[in-house]
């Protein structure tokens, strides 16, 4: 993929890399729901919108969200969702989910969708099935969403009126889009014009992930500055500004966040 980090893409650029090199692999359905996207790349939560949209009504299924984080945060939220009209499932916008539960890392270890089938009596959800009762899910499909490697958040789709058996062109089509179009394309839409979320998707300098290291194992900043060679002001600023590029609150959420860099 070319390297979307350094200047904010035109729509031009972004048309030839997610569209014209897809028209002989991908549906045409699609490639019309990734020109509304870029179109709508400004505008970080228009671009989700329009792919919750589109996965919810080629899949007819109830509702379709999606929500980003890192598979090291305590909680998972989601941010935008697609409600189908004609079923009126419950808003998902106000749940939590305990994100380092197995049933969310699962789908954060995963390359693929992960299916949750038969909601009251799958026992992988029986400790947090009462949090999908609350919103009525009876079956549902998630995919982690990647972008430049770095996971960033999560989407799901699900059936709220009856059972649902995914079959394997959902799970293919989940899967496609997902991977090719929805993460990169919102991955880039937050980097470039969301400040509060783009600061999630930035790994620390070579530098500020040495002075991470030492500080996960306890050193001080004066004994940081001494290893590294450094003023003890320095390391106070790499380790301050390290904080605000992942939206850190404290030392300890720093190094937490940093875990699959160290």
Not at 133 to 138: E, G, L, R
Not at 151 to 167: L, N, R
Not at 222 to 229: D, P
């Amino acid at each position: 993929m070319l390297n979307f980090k350094e200047e904010p893409p035109s729509t031009k650029a972004l048309k030839k890399y997610f569209i014209d090199s897809s028209y002989q692999s991908h549906p045409g359905d699609m490639l019309d729901c990734v020109a509304h996207m870029i179109l709508a790349i400004e505008n970080p939560k228009e671009t989700v919108r329009i792919a919750l949209s589109y996965m919810g009504n080629h899949l007819s299924v109830c509702r379709a969200d999606a929500g980003f984080a890192t598979p090291t945060d305590s909680e998972y939220t989601p941010l935008a969702e697609y409600c189908n009209q004609d079923t009126h499932p419950p808003s998902v916008s106000s749940l939590i989910l305990a994100n380092q539960h197995e049933v969310m890392q699962r789908v954060w270890r995963s390359r693929g969708p992960v299916k949750y089938e038969n909601v009251s009596n799958n026992e992988m959800l029986s400790d947090v099935r009462e949090v999908f009762f609350s919103i009525q899910s009876k079956s549902m499909l998630m995919q982690r969403l990647v972008w430049e490697k770095d996971p960033i958040g999560i989407s799901c789709v699900d059936h709220t009126i009856k059972e649902h058996e995914w079959d394997d062109s959902e799970i293919d089509f989940m899967q496609q889009f997902c991977t090719n179009f929805f993460a990169p394309l919102a991955g880039i839409s937050n980097y470039w014009h969301n400040p509060t979320m783009h600061q999630m998707f930035k790994k620390p300098s070579d530098s500020e992930l040495a002075a991470i290291r030492l500080a996960a194992d306890g050193l001080s900043y004066k004994k940081i500055a001494e290893v590294l060679n450094k003023s003890v002001r320095t390391i106070e600023n790499q380790l301050r500004n390290a904080r605000l590029r992942l939206n850190a609150t404290n030392q300890a959420e720093l190094i937490k966040k940093c875990e699959p860099w160290l």
